[in-house]
């Protein structure tokens, strides 16, 4: 079932011979072996061999070509792929004919990335050979640019007898290619919306990353988040000298807000200030808004390029496996939940309770726990649970006092919110202010002690700030590191809305368009939280009807 929208002797690229970026890329021929079907669009698995030994290249190419009438087509993923290999590149009959297509599957699900060059034309879009394969640090290796045709699979735990439709994403990395000259270059960074542990290594990053694998000299950072674009405070020149130590820093240098997204002018400051790079370090908020940004620069044939970093504490944001600062914030929490169990342990039916951040999302309140180990029961948004009643909250700490004379309680702030009165607090950007559940729990709790006569020693700590507020720790550094990297070597390559992030351990760039809007959540249904259960030793229900409890989590 091949798939081609393909005229065979159609042009790809540009005139003229064989790419000259790179001394050892040598011409690469494709021998075909299954008869093009025309008028499809599709996916393709190319064998490539080069030219000179008739040898299969290294690995195989998935990529999809798109080509009407003659002309190249709108796929990205295509034009990068004879960026890649054979960046001048007329496909005439006779290199259609040596094509080698030794594997066919669907490309439905590809994630393909937009790029500059499918809306601007090809004069505004210089090829610049990219200047960091030839640093110092990069020089001595084999294989620094990533080949374009390389994606990262969603899935990794495959059943034979289903269907492989899973999606991929193109892996992240320095192409051979760049969309920019360095010296055109003026990139913006900016951080909007709530904290998190390395978002200061993040803005190094993206500095020194710029400045030294690009030679780029304009960089500026957008200070108070969205509104900084437009609000009159002066951008702040960044360089690697500017940046140095930052990472050691909790917080942003930049500072940050919620609220102040204005498209139209966030687009004015945009042409006022030549900016044609941006790197917006956010949470889904801020994602909606820098998709807001791309699709307006695309509309307008803006020529910039929109990178996000995807930065929350709550870790809700899809596809990538987990977001910077999150492990770091677990780490953080550890201390609140160990002096509370050491207060619970010392006292006469001691009960400690910790609430953690987490507003829709209970990652750090369930992975805090897992992590800890002593906690007796852990309550994230995703649980409905109940107070009173034989299966609810009170008997199961009561029957877990007796047992072992102290309790250890971790709720996550957006748990349990339809036990208290709805709060109708927004906070500037709209998002749902929320009441004080570790509160509630603490008076609900003491109320049912005092009415079935028993003593507690009942002890709440509130940690949330404190665990968000904390330089990273030493993975997060190194992962910021990285996340930034991809960041600015998909922007130089002309790739525009997207964001990056690891996808079951690989780094891969993902359209804005998967992330925006999406949050990602617990599944009470699969295995972290049932280890989580099996840790701690609470019911998987709280409800006094269990049966609702599936019903509402469905
Ligand atoms: N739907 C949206 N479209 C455009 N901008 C948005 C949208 N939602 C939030 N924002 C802006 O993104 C920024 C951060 O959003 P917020 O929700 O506070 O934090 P986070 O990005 O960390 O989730 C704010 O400046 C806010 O105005
Ligand atoms: O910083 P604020 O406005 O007090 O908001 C606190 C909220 O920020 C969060 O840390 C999430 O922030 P983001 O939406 O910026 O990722 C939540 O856990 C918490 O509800
Ligand atoms: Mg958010």
Redesign the pocket.
Known sequence: MLALNFVPSCFFGRSGQNSTCGASRKPLQWKLRTPLQLGKQGFVRLQRRTAQSGQPARGRSAFQISCTHGRPGGSSDAREAFDENDADFILSPEIYQSLSISDIDSGRYLKSIPRLQDFLPASQIPRVCNPATSKVSFRGLDNYDTSPNDVVLKQTVINPDKRRNFARYLRAGPRSWIAFRPEEVRAAIVT???L?PGINTVIRELTDGLWHLYDVRSIVGIRG???GFYNGTPYLELSPRTVDGIHRLGGTILG??????D?EQILGAIRRHGLNQLYII????????A??IAEACMRERLRVSVASIP??IDNDIPVIDHSFGFMTAVEEAQRALNAAHVEATCFPNGIGIVRLMGRNSGFIAMYASLANRDVDCCLIPELPFEIEGPNGLAAFVEKRLQENGHFLLVVAEGAGQDLLAASTEI?????RKFNDIGLYLKERLQAYFNRENIEVSMKYIDPTYMVRAVPATASDQMYCAVLAHSAIHGAMAGFTSFTVGPVNGRHAMIPLQDVA?QQQRVDIRDRTWSRLLSSTGQPSSFLNQPAAALHQTA
């Not at 940050?256 to 997204?261: P, Q, V």
């Not at 956010?282 to 808004?289: L, N, V, W």
């Not at 906070?427 to 998002?431: E, F, L, Q």
């Open positions: 909007c919306g709530g998190c988040g969205y509104r940050s807000s919620r609220g102040g997204f498209l956010g949470g889904d908020g801020t994602i909606r808004g998709a807001a930065k929350t906070d500037a950007s709209g998002n809007g």
